[in-house]
């Protein structure tokens, strides 16, 4: 478990506390003493002494706390070690001061421990990196596992020298790699993850993975192989990775880091020689690393989880999420309605000023030469002390200048009342001063901003809004300021995003005139004009400017002034912002109507001395200090340099930030080492204040004999449903809080309950503390809505009456009021999370991270907690900075502790943890983390974490319940519901073929050509078009049909009728001719795609594949072909030797074959069609002559075609649709084509259409992937096409040869973009065919225009139609297929039952048809499933007739449209291929969908292909950027796949442009994708697991 454990208990639990000690056996003891003696003489090497002192404990250590006895296991050597090793003593005080003490309690960091015990270390996935995307690049970075506790500082380990060598380690006699050895062997479960070996250069893993609950020993052979494994790598590897130790089964193998050579698809790369491997569903071999730790991941997902938090509400056809339902057990709040708290009434001081700047002029003119304000420069010494002489001149001057000197066109700039920004830098707070009372005399306005130091600071621009929105034209700044601002070209100041245009006015003393001597400022009375604006931002991190009125400064300065016990000219030292807030309020405003001295202390100083504002209270003796809890911290740690300081003089150190539940560690920790300097405990007076209602409440100095201070301990369950309960039992998940002082004076403060209507809360129910006083904000300037809200809320009992007329303002501070009138707060609403109906404090869960030891990994202070909503709850997200020394598996570790902690101390599970390389995350202006700006870099997908852990499964409790299969309906009840409800049955056909029969004899499609070849010898049949755009080769009827005599006089000789014949021809002429050739030497061709020459790897064995299947006797193919089948390279991928003959046909003799082969009967076989489908089955269908003449005359009548016509052809000639257009229509119906082939496409991405232009053609067929070329290669040069008259208004239909759903986004883009080329948008259609049918729809030239329907995605998932309106939520656009060929009918059957379905029903397309194939000729990969494809009858109604079935789903519908015939039209719409279908939570998923959303979710992705694994969703998505963006998809990912589709993403795969693999149909091969996910073939950049 803690591998790192610097403190904290296991440190305690393992080494013989007094009170275990006294439990071990005397001679125990003695022999302890023994050890401990030899060790330190140095007799006995430290492996030695824990190894002996382990077996001496090993039999007590078990009962020691009841920890559970696995968790010591590995950490009897740690503990151990940390008890002796000299080092570790004095570094232990600096060790643990390095967390962040502002969130820290010893309690809380005990809880923590604790609660991550009661775990047994969860074994998690870990997830892989390539090298590239690591943080840390250096090689020593790579460190083995820690065994001291020595302090951070000393950094990553170095490790030098083999493996096997004995280096000194660190403070050790021996290297700790036999300590390693027995973690390996004792299955321990100190390494949570799986060993990321791509962090390690070369590293080989060696995976020992035991059973993940079993810590027994491994079975003795796979520990002797690890280790010998181990050993044999020792010399080989300088950079050895720590062996891991993973949950899967009990087998160990061994695997490199992916070697440099292709692969064979299938086939596990990686060192193979003993490993049991895993087979993939398709049998094939899979690599064990993904695969091992997809089992981790389900071994983490079985866990039974907490009890559910919902219960579901299911109704089947909406899919509604389910609905939370309270705990009837969760607490509820018992107390009475609290009653208003009210302060105590407002003093009467009778020489109290009229106003502010009233004060000012008093001070200035009666007491010049007072001090009012101190600046101090980086070195803490002082620059300047202000006098209120001084301070009064120059605002006079100021003010002067600003109302008389500044004009356009003789217009004064300014006007009372305008508002004015002032610029000023945190360490010049003179003039921040004076430019603030300057305003104030000339009765403007000041919006104090921060410095933008860049153009795109974080919340800048939110800024820029407020200046607008406030119409602010000018800015106030210094010098020293205005020069160091982004200059634009001009060299003036560059206006910043979202900035309106400023004047920027310089006020240093050379700047401003001095008035005359009549002109005096105007002092008026307090009255309710605005006198400042001070900026808020808000959670969204929208940006609000607060106006507080002159009666209300001048109030809430009398207030504080009472309050405080302030008295004239006394020193105060002020660390906060002079700007806002506190620091504002005591050390410009209340300190100048006390003539009190300030001594400010800028940011800049405390970083480089954060003592500086205990030396200045030294020095100045100051009575008064305003702080916040960071301050106290940093000087905490810096304190042990500093001996000579007294803070005696301290009678209030008020500490700003007290509503912050986890300042009381830090005023703890801070009592405790400065009560012996001076500090007296009664001085420490937190306070609790916001914008909007300035000082809330405030414990009053030791002099006013007020109540001691309060403490309350509250069980965060508790909180968590806005109840107090003090808690007693239960010690880790508690809330140490204290109290914030009594209400202000002249104040008036209730609790309401947070949302809905202002209740006035119980007092034991935690609320929104509400004030009503004269000395709060006034309202959100410009936003009337929000200030109704906020600032005039009427708190109600529950009776519904107000509980007094006065208006109240919310001061989004959650608190309570406890005994003795003390205000105690739990919360900001800021960082409010509720989760599930319960509310979770941003603070406490960062507490809660940073308990979690070690603290090696990521910086203090620098967490983000929030939360994002994803499916209609909030999720919580951490985002934490990375040290840049932590090792990945050491991240990990300390993530998934994180994960455990938060889960077990606030019982709510984390969304996403990331991990953002160091100083990455947005800053706020001093210090801390802009947590708006994460959140929204987090949802844009520009975070750029290093390191992801999502856990939706856990924490994604609302999903709906997985679909129960309800029992079928039978066949009969459907048809009968389907009339009852008036329904057609729904069936479809084509035109009726039959009447069109000649009644001639049946004409065989090689007589058709040799009937040609006689008749129109020189007509045209062919024209194939190269790259360049010329004719690369042509071919009239007579040459085709000398072509074919010799190929058939070649063959006749020497094969017998009826042999296969494989044709591996590139696209062209000889593909043609060949193919004619072996039809009418009586052979049966079989067309083949030729290998890829530059990737031979992949190719070739589909080739080799396709000819062992088909029983090829024979290859017929070109010279160059030839040569390919048989180099050396072939060899590499393929066994050449098994090759059946190899015929060359490029010089074939002029030989007329002897006589032509006649089939007996039209019923023959003519040719296989073979296809690898996007499932990766490899099936071959049988073509019947009688079929093959059936597909020409259906497609000639469609498409009208004749010899007079020319269609253009940009299609793969190898099967399918694109191989009959290509080889068989021509031949049949005597038109001419004009084939292009796609792969010249590559080269020339305008050759298509130019070709159609240039012939004017009417017809022409491509497929998606040329389609996709022509959008992206050509989208941008339309213009450049019209210039060279490229014109497509001739073209009447364009069709895409498809067998899937027809991808609309695609066609519309197409049709967009090249309408400007004359592009009718009627023009583009889809076709439709399968394997048993290869063309079911064709749109054709006749006929109505493809209609598109939109169904509702959540239907489908329960095969369901259901039409919507096109924009609705959850639609789905579809359009149809094409019209129904002529003989063709279409039926659409229930996958389960088989019976008939009625119109617009989703269910299986079957189809019966002249030119169905006639049988598959064999499937190679699933036989069995595919018996019945080609005769299947349905179960009901026509019992009779024979269909095919198709493997797609779809529905007929019948339109409003008349086709040809005059019918009504019925139009086919295909959803998708049933073999494709994802089957999750009982609910059918098509892939395309969840892709949709997926690429839609972030700009770098570029393709996407999702697939399942042992029920887990697998995405991998293509990133098309930069990698450091490869982790932020993740998130993304998995948000919009739970939004949209309801599913959790299991895991997370990103990977380079083009690793997804596509065929030629441009149709995406995802289950090859999984193979080579499985076998580890990918070399993803990122692969998440998500828990």
Same mark, same amino acid.
């Given at each position: ?89 004095? =570094?232990? *005080? ?9 969130? #820290? %309690?010893? /309690? +809380?960091? &005990?809880?923590? $421990? ?123 590897? =300088?950079? *050895? ?9 009990? #087998? %160990?193998? /061994? +695997?490199? &880091?992916?070697? $440099? ?1327």
């Amino acid at each position: 478990m803690a591998e790192r454990t610097t403190s904290g208990l296991l440190t305690m639990m393992l080494e013989p506390t007094p009170a275990v000690a006294m439990t071990l056996p005397a001679e125990v003891r003695e022999k302890l003493a023994e050890l401990e003696l030899e060790l330190s003489e140095g007799d006995i090497t430290q492996k030695g002494y824990e190894k002996k002192r382990g077996k001496l404990l090993a039999p007590y250590i078990p009962q020691i706390q009841g920890v559970d006895p696995s968790l010591q296991i590995d950490n009897r050597i740690q503990a151990s070690s940390q008890a002796v090793l000299p080092g570790s003593k004095h =570094n232990k *005080s600096r060790a643990s001061n390095t967390r962040d003490e502002r969130f #820290r %309690s010893d /309690l +809380h960091t &005990e809880a923590v $421990q604790a609660a991550l015990a009661k775990y047994k270390e969860r074994k998690m996935p870990m997830p892989s990196k390539r090298r590239s995307v690591l943080v840390q690049s250096s090689v020593e970075a790579c460190t083995p596992p820690d065994t001291s506790s020595a302090s951070e500082d000393e950094g990553s380990l170095r490790r030098q020298g083999r493996l096997a060598t004995s280096t000194p380690y660190q403070g050790h006699g021996h290297p700790a790699v036999e300590h390693w050895f027995n973690r390996v062997i004792q299955g321990s479960s100190t390494s949570s993850s799986a060993s990321s070996t791509s962090s390690h250069p070369g590293g080989r893993s060696v995976t020992t993975t035991t059973n993940t609950t079993a810590h027994a020993a491994l079975n003795a052979n796979a520990a002797a192989t690890a280790l010998a494994d181990l050993m044999a790598h020792t010399q080989l590897d =300088n950079h *050895s990775a720590p062996p891991d130790v993973t949950g899967l089964s009990e #087998r %160990s193998s /061994l +695997h490199a &880091e992916r070697p $440099q050579v292709a692969s064979v698809r299938g086939v596990s790369r990686g060192y193979n020689h003993h490993t049991s491997v895993m087979e993939t569903a398709d049998g094939v071999p899979v690599n064990s690393r993904v695969s091992s730790k997809i089992q981790q991941l389900l071994n983490t997902l079985k866990r039974p989880k907490r009890p559910p938090l919902r219960e579901f509400f299911v109704d089947d056809f909406e899919e509604l999420l389910g609905v939370q339902q309270p705990d009837p057990n969760q607490p509820k709040p018992e107390g009475q309605q609290m009653s208003p708290l009210e302060g105590e009434p407002v003093g009467v001081v009778n020489k109290w000023p009229p106003s502010l700047p009233a004060a000012l002029q008093r001070w200035g003119t009666t007491q010049p030469k007072s001090p009012c304000l101190t600046a101090l420069d980086n070195s803490g010494k002082p620059v300047y002390t202000l006098t209120y002489g001084k301070l009064w001149t120059r605002s006079q001057k100021l003010a002067y200048t600003l109302l008389n000197k500044l004009s356009t066109r003789n217009e004064p700039l300014l006007m009372p009342g305008d508002r004015v920004a002032l610029v000023f830098p945190n360490n010049d707070p003179v003039m921040f001063m004076v430019a603030f009372y300057g305003c104030l005399l000339a009765e403007l306005v000041p919006v104090p901003i921060e410095v933008p130091l860049t153009r795109k600071d974080a919340g800048s621009q939110q800024i820029g809004f407020l200046l607008g929105s406030c119409g602010v034209t000018l800015a106030l700044t210094t010098d020293a300021c205005q020069k160091g601002l982004p200059k634009a070209q001009t060299g003036e100041v560059a206006t910043f995003k979202g900035w309106p245009r400023l004047l920027w006015f310089v006020t240093d003393g050379k700047h401003v005139v001095k008035p005359p001597k009549d002109w005096y400022p105007p002092i008026r009375e307090a009255s309710n004009d605005i006198a400042y604006i001070e900026y808020k931002t808000s959670k969204e991190g929208s940006t609000m400017g607060i106006t507080v009125s002159h009666s209300a400064m001048l109030a809430h300065c009398h207030a504080l002034t009472q309050a405080c016990g302030y008295t004239e000219a006394e020193t105060i030292t002020n660390v906060l912002d002079f700007k806002r807030e506190a620091g504002l309020w005591h050390g410009v405003l209340t300190s100048v109507m006390n003539r009190m001295h300030v001594i400010s202390i800028p940011y800049s100083l405390m970083k480089v001395n954060p003592l500086s504002w205990i030396q200045k209270v030294h020095t100045y003796k100051a009575r008064v200090a305003v702080v916040k809890s960071r301050d106290m911290h940093w000087s905490l740690l810096a304190q042990r340099d500093q001996r000579d300081i007294s803070l005696s003089s301290l009678r209030m150190l008020i500490v700003a930030d007290g509503a912050n539940p986890w300042s009381i560690s830090s005023c703890d920790a801070f009592l405790n080492v400065f009560q012996a300097r001076g500090l007296r405990p009664e001085v420490i007076c937190p306070c609790a204040s916001s914008s909007e209602a300035m000082t809330v409440a405030i414990r009053r100095p030791p002099e006013m004999s007020v109540p001691p201070p309060g403490k309350a301990v509250l069980s965060m369950g508790g909180l968590s449903h806005s109840v107090i309960r003090v808690d007693t039992e239960e010690k880790l998940s508690v809330l140490t809080v204290q109290d914030v002082g009594q209400v202000m004076p002249g104040a008036v403060v209730c609790v309401v309950r947070v949302d809905g209507t202002p209740y006035i809360c119980q007092t034991d129910e935690v609320g929104e503390i509400c004030v009503s006083s004269g000395s709060t904000g006034v309202a959100y300037y410009g936003l009337p809505g929000m200030t109704k809200n906020v600032f005039e809320t009427i708190p109600v009992v529950s009776s519904g009456l107000p509980i007094s007329d006065r208006p109240f303002t919310r001061t989004s501070l959650l608190g309570f009021v406890g005994p003795d009138s003390l205000v105690f707060v739990v919360g900001k609403m800021d960082g409010l999370m509720v989760v599930s109906g319960r509310r979770h404090n941003a603070d406490d869960v960062v507490a809660t991270a940073l308990a979690v030891e070690p603290m090696k990994f990521v910086y203090r202070g620098r967490i983000a907690v929030f939360s994002v909503s994803v499916l209609h709850d909030e999720r919580i997200v951490v985002v934490a900075e990375q040290r840049p020394d932590a090792s990945e598996e050491d991240s990990f570790q300390w993530m998934s502790r994180v994960l455990q902690a938060i889960d077990s101390i606030h019982q709510v599970g984390v969304y996403c943890l990331a991990l953002v390389p160091a100083n990455t995350l947005p800053k706020a202006p001093l210090g801390g983390i802009h947590i708006s700006e994460t959140k929204q870099r987090f949802l844009e997908g520009a975070l750029h974490p290093c390191n992801v852990l999502m856990c939706p499964h856990t924490c994604v409790t609302n999903l709906p319940k997985p679909r129960q299969k309800q029992p079928e309906v039978s066949p009969a009840s459907m048809i009968v519901g389907n009339l009852v409800a008036g329904k057609r049955i729904a069936q479809a056909c084509g035109r009726d073929v039959a009447q069109l029969e000649d009644n001639e004899q049946f004409l065989y499609i090689q007589d058709v050509l040799q009937w040609r070849a006689q008749a129109t010898p020189d007509h045209p049949l062919f024209l194939v078009l190269n790259a360049k755009g010329t004719v690369a080769s042509t071919a009239s009827c007579l040459q085709l049909h000398k072509r074919a005599e010799r190929v058939a006089a070649a063959l006749m000789g020497r094969l017998n009728t009826g042999d296969h014949v494989a044709l591996v021809y590139p696209p062209g002429i000889d593909l043609i001719a060949t193919f004619y050739g072996c039809l009418y030497a009586g052979c049966v061709p079989v067309t083949v795609r030729p290998p890829h020459p530059q990737n031979l790897a992949t190719t070739l064995p589909t080739v080799k594949m396709i000819v062992e299947v088909s029983k090829s006797v024979c290859i017929l193919t070109t010279q160059a072909i030839t040569k390919l089948l048989k180099s050396k390279e072939a060899a590499a991928a393929v066994d050449i030797k098994s090759w059946p003959m190899v015929l060359d046909t490029d010089d074939l003799p002029r030989k007329k074959s002897p006589q032509m082969y006649k089939p007996p009967t039209p019923e023959m076989l003519a040719y296989l069609d073979f296809s690898v489908s996007t499932t990766g089955i490899l099936a071959g269908v049988k073509m019947s002559h009688a079929a093959t003449s059936a597909l020409c005359r259906s497609i000639k009548l469609q498409c009208e075609l004749y010899p007079s016509r020319q269609i253009a052809i940009c299609l793969d000639p190898y099967c399918g649709l694109g191989f009959a257009l290509w080889c068989l229509c021509s031949v049949y119906s005597g038109h001419q084509s004009i084939l292009v082939p796609p792969l010249e496409l590559e080269s020339n991405a305008s050759l298509w259409l130019a070709a159609v232009s240039q012939y004017k053609v009417r017809v022409t067929f491509c497929s998606y992937s040329v389609m996709e070329m022509c959008t992206k290669g050509l989208g941008s040069q339309t213009e450049a096409l019209r210039l060279r008259n490229v014109n497509l208004s001739c073209v009447r239909t364009c069709m895409v040869v498809a067998e899937e759903r027809p991808r609309i986004a695609l066609t519309q883009s197409f049709s967009k973009i090249f309408k400007d080329l004359g592009l009718s948008p009627r023009a583009v259609s889809t076709t439709f065919g399968c394997r048993v049918n290869v063309a079911i729809c064709l749109q054709g030239t006749a006929g109505p225009d493809p209609t598109t329907v939109y169904v509702d995605m959540r239907a489908l998932r329960h095969d369901r139609v259901r039409l919507v309106e096109k924009g609705s939520p959850h639609s789905l656009p579809l359009m149809e297929s094409g019209k129904i060929l002529p003989g063709v009918k279409v039926i659409i059957a229930n996958t389960e039952t088989k019976g008939p379905l009625g119109d617009s029903h989703l269910g299986e397309v079957w189809v019966s048809s002249p030119h169905n194939a006639t049988g598959y000729y064999t499937v190679y990969g699933e036989e069995a499933l595919h018996a019945d494809h080609f005769n299947t009858k349905l179960s009901f109604g026509d019992t009779q007739s024979v269909w095919a079935r198709t493997g797609y789903l779809g529905f007929l519908r019948r339109t409003e449209l008349t086709d040809a015939s005059g019918e009504r039209h019925d139009a086919l719409y295909v959803v998708g291929s049933l073999d494709e279908t994802l089957e999750l939570r009982g609910m059918r998923y098509h892939p395309i969908d969840i892709e949709t959303s997926v690429i839609r979710s972030h700009k770098s992705i570029a393709e996407c292909a999702v697939f399942t694994w042992t029920n887990l969703l697998v995405v991998v998505v293509e990133l098309e950027g930069s990698e450091q963006e490869a982790l932020d998809l993740v998130a993304l990912v998995t948000n919009v796949v739970l939004e949209e589709h309801y599913l959790i993403v299991g895991v997370v795969v990103v990977v380079d442009p083009g690793v997804i693999p596509i065929n030629s149909r441009g149709e995406k091969q995802r289950m090859h994708l999984r193979d080579g996910f499985l076998a580890d073939q990918l070399d993803p950049i990122y692969v998440a697991y998500n828990m």
